[in-house]
């Protein structure tokens, strides 16, 4: 084991092999966001008490104040609204979400998508 403090992140290679995928109906989550919002509910609630820097006037933002590991589903969805319509986003002092073991990952990441 590497003495490196985030090892689990660090590239390996080895030899798993992986059945073939199978076609599924993919519903994007900005799109839930999206159907609230007509609904006349905030669509990026999830900022309430968060401060936003916009990088460039049209592309990508600094979020600071939301911790990643505290999102629901709703916020969650609202989250891939705010990275369709911004494109990056860059989350500062996320060291809970960091201490997260690879099956929390995957559990988590599955929200957006297979």
Partial sequence: MSSHTYSAFMPTVDDTKYDPLTPFT???PAS???ARELEGVD???FLANAQVSHITPLF???ISG???TSL???SR???????ARRGVLVFRNQMSFLGKDAEW???WGSHFGR
């Fill in 60 to 62: 990508g933002d600094e």
């Fill in 26 to 28: 993919h519903t994007d």
């Fill in 105 to 107: 990952y995957k559990n």
């Fill in 66 to 68: 939301v911790d990643l």
């Fill in 43 to 45: 669509p990026l609630a």
């Fill in 32 to 34: 839930r966001a999206l």
């Fill in 77 to 83: 969805d609202q989250l891939a609204l705010l990275a």
């Fill in 72 to 74: 629901d589903s709703n």
